[in-house]
């Protein structure tokens, strides 16, 4: 199997799913012949026409609601923004409308063939428009669906799977890892499905959670703790909304210690939302309070980044905590 | 204002063909008065100042890529080739006016008296960026310059340059704002809000487009279909004007009559400059991805500078040997001052939770504490120059 990167994976999935569907359509700020800023569409116009991969003027409302009409016609959008710090003036386009298209038809009508791909997160130097992780805004929007991946096999799984599933899905790609994170990834055409948790490691003490970037820094911090002999159960949620809360109930109810880390503001996290919904199920399990490793409650800083990100030691420091409660 | 109904009894379509719209254009490509052109009324000093901050501005952007490739910053944007339109556009306005600027603006900030040092400030992040450290690179801003603040975010500028306008009107006060932005960035859905509401609540408020061929990658051909951005404050009811950006006094003419347009009709005014973005989009960018040298090469022949150097050659008011010798100047004062401001400190870690609100939320506090206590912890891992931040006043300051 051939070793590829994460950004090559988003690639192979795009590339896959054009060839295996006429009807899929990719738009976007500068995808055509320069292959988007990232070159994530290399070489798809090329491959597909103009007609089906090209490059819209700079607007993100345009370009979801475009999407949104296009899916509503029977094809499949898959659309580009940029940066997630830039997803923000096609809100209106994707909350009140890309997530309410089938309920407010009662089925008549629906946009699930839209996805929406935009690289997220920090550690890139980028400052405040350039870092953020805007997550938690779409998971409290019922109507969509919101994938993150974390290694280059689920970048193109995940992908795959979201561009064919029948609800309008968010797409975050962790773009600090684009290329660092390189691993094995079939040439053909696989799905990895929707909503259900991996765990990536076995233990018995702690369970850590998290998704995207942030997984390389729950795995470094799982080995530091495995020196003390702390055994983590470390578990990639993959699928935000909606989440696998089973898999998670398992591993709480086994490790009776919960720690999920995510590098957006710690207010209003997806976090908070894991951390009420476990409590609830796993009250009696728990033997430590469930602690959140987050990003701060400011914007996204530039020079302090190192300092602001939740990055293994902050982890490996909670791991201590909940084990030592 | 309603337009006498022009009725007709078949259907007739009106075409962007029906709507032309003239280009301003004063020099000749050598720097020649054209024949039937106007000299705008222009000083010497005020001639002088235009043509030094267009070259300081040329020096700084060749000096600041160098230095990004040597990895002294972490990212830059040049304005090469759009000099013109951003100094002759600000030229045309009082040091009182407010500036709304997109991110390829610094010859204005220049212009308005910007120092070396306070720019190396800004690009290096240190402890007396205006910013405190937090925006990347070429996000300058300056309050007593009446500059504000730059964002990434694309068009955001644009209402809120027709809000700041309509302020400024009902002070009383003789201000304006002159807001730029480029062609990509009209195509945001806050471009036609905030022209609309320019227009619609009469707003002193100076558009200045820069049409610089390129968004990115993506070419205007690309951007849209119509002719330009003028029109379409033709269909706003705003008055436009589209000028030879590379033409300084075509530039500075149409600004000047902008100005006194929008302060006297108390209402919006679109200035279109045409040029080209010679440089890559920024540090990230490669350009010979997407566009040819032969391209470029067309455009470079057009050089703003050299254009207006010869203009001012004609005139008697400029010498090669003044030109060697200001040039050498500006090379060694950009190469001090970041030599300079490179040694100074970071801005404290304490500055990490200011300005998030006027006074920092308990729950931020604590934040803030749990942070310090975690680096005391690793005290080798976090800030690489400890010695930079006193991080026990910071603890303080909030206690």
């Known amino acids: 199997m051939p070793q590829i990167n994460l950004l090559q994976a988003v690639n192979s999935a795009l590339d896959t799913a054009m060839a295996s569907d006429q009807r899929v359509i990719c738009l976007g700020e500068d995808i055509g012949e320069f292959g988007g800023v990232f070159r994530a569409t290399s070489k798809l116009q090329e491959k597909y026409g103009k007609q089906r991969c090209f490059n819209t003027p700079i607007t993100e409302q345009g370009i979801v609601g475009f999407s949104i009409g296009l899916a509503a016609q029977g094809s499949v959008a898959v659309a580009e923004i940029q940066f997630a710090d830039y997803i923000f003036p096609a809100f209106d386009q994707i909350v009140n409308e890309a997530a309410k298209f089938r309920y407010r038809s009662g089925d008549q009508f629906s946009c699930g063939g839209l996805t929406i791909r935009t690289p997220y997160g920090g550690g890139i130097a980028g400052g405040l428009y350039h870092s953020q992780s805007p997550e938690a805004y779409f998971c409290h929007t019922p109507g969509l669906k919101v994938v993150i991946p974390s290694t280059a096999y689920q970048a193109k799984g995940l992908l795959l799977a979201s561009i064919r599933d029948p609800d309008p899905v968010i797409f975050f790609e962790p773009k600090a890892i684009y290329r660092a994170e390189v691993g094995e990834v079939p040439d053909q055409d696989y799905e990895i499905p929707l909503g259900i948790a991996e765990v990536v490691t076995r233990g018995t003490d702690v369970t850590l959670l998290g998704w995207g970037a942030q997984m390389h820094q729950l795995h470094r911090a799982a080995k530091m703790a495995l020196e003390d002999g702390i055994q983590c159960e470390v578990i990639d949620l993959r699928t935000l909304l909606p989440w696998d809360l089973e898999t998670i109930v398992a591993s709480v109810n086994k490790t009776g210690r919960l720690i999920v880390s995510h590098e957006a503001p710690r207010t209003g996290g997806f976090a908070g939302e894991i951390a009420a919904a476990i409590q609830e199920e796993c009250f009696l399990s728990l033997e430590s309070?469930?602690?959140?490793?987050?990003?701060?409650?400011?914007?996204?800083?530039?020079?302090?980044?190192?300092?602001?990100?939740?990055d293994y030691l902050k982890v490996y420091e909670a791991i201590k905590q909940s084990v030592n409660f | 204002m309603t337009a006498k109904a022009n009725v007709i009894g078949v259907p007739r379509f009106t075409e962007i063909t029906d709507l032309t719209i003239p280009t301003l254009s004063i020099l000749d490509a050598e720097g020649k008065l054209r024949k039937d052109a106007h000299e705008p009324l222009i000083n010497k000093a005020t001639a002088m100042k235009i043509y030094q901050d267009m070259a300081y501005i040329r020096i700084l952007d060749e000096r600041m890529v160098a230095a990004q490739r040597q990895g002294r910053l972490s990212f830059y944007l040049t304005c090469t080739g759009e000099e013109a339109s951003v100094v002759g556009s600000i030229a045309g306005f009082k040091s009182h006016d407010m500036v709304m600027s997109q991110y390829r603006e610094q010859a204005a900030l220049r212009y308005r008296?910007?120092?070396?040092?306070?720019?190396?400030?800004?690009?290096?992040?240190?402890?007396?960026?205006?910013?405190?450290?937090?925006?990347?690179?070429?996000?300058?801003?300056?309050?007593?310059?009446?500059y504000m603040t730059i964002s990434s975010t694309l068009a955001t500028q644009i209402p809120q340059a027709a809000g700041?306008?309509?302020?400024?009107?009902?002070?009383?006060?003789?201000?304006?704002?002159?807001?730029?932005?480029?062609?990509?960035?009209?195509?945001?859905?806050?471009?036609?809000?905030?022209?609309?509401?320019?227009a619609v609540s009469n707003c002193p408020v100076v558009f200045v487009v820069r049409n610089n061929g390129y968004a990115i990658s993506t070419p205007t051909s690309e951007q849209f279909s119509g002719d330009g951005i003028a029109p379409r404050g033709i269909g706003y009811g705003i008055s436009s004007i589209r000028v030879d950006g590379n033409d300084i006094l075509a530039v500075y003419a149409a600004s000047v009559e902008a100005r006194k347009l929008a302060l006297e009709k108390n209402a919006p005014v679109i200035v279109e400059t045409m040029s080209y973005r010679l440089g890559a989009h920024s540090t990230s960018d490669d350009p010979t991805n997407y566009r040819s040298s032969a391209e470029e090469d067309v455009w470079r022949k057009k050089d703003p500078i050299l254009r207006m150097k010869n203009w001012m050659l004609d005139k008697g008011w400029w010498s090669d040997q003044q030109d060697h010798q200001l040039k050498a100047q500006y090379k060694k004062e950009i190469l001090d001052a970041l030599k300079s401001q490179e040694k100074r400190p970071s801005p404290s870690i304490?500055?990490?939770i200011t300005d998030v609100y006027k006074t920092p939320p308990a729950h931020l506090q604590k934040q803030y504490k749990d942070l310090l206590s975690h680096i005391d912890k690793y005290p080798d891992h976090y800030l690489p120059n400890p010695n930079k931040v006193d991080h026990q006043t910071a603890l303080t300051q909030f206690n």
Not at chain 2, 135 to 145: A, D
Not at chain 2, 164 to 190: N, P, R, V, W
């Open chain 1, 289 to 310: 309070p469930i602690i959140r490793v987050t990003g701060m409650d400011t914007p996204f800083p530039l020079v302090f980044e190192k300092e602001y990100l939740p």
């Open chain 2, 113 to 146: 008296g910007f120092s070396s040092e306070q720019f190396m400030n800004q690009l290096l992040s240190n402890d007396l960026d205006f910013g405190k450290g937090r925006q990347m690179p070429i996000h300058y801003g300056s309050r007593e310059l009446n």
């Open chain 2, 164 to 198: 700041y306008a309509y302020g400024q009107k009902l002070s009383g006060k003789d201000a304006c704002t002159i807001c730029y932005f480029g062609e990509g960035a009209a195509s945001e859905g806050d471009f036609h809000a905030g022209l609309n509401m320019a």
């Open chain 2, 350 to 352: 304490s500055e990490l």
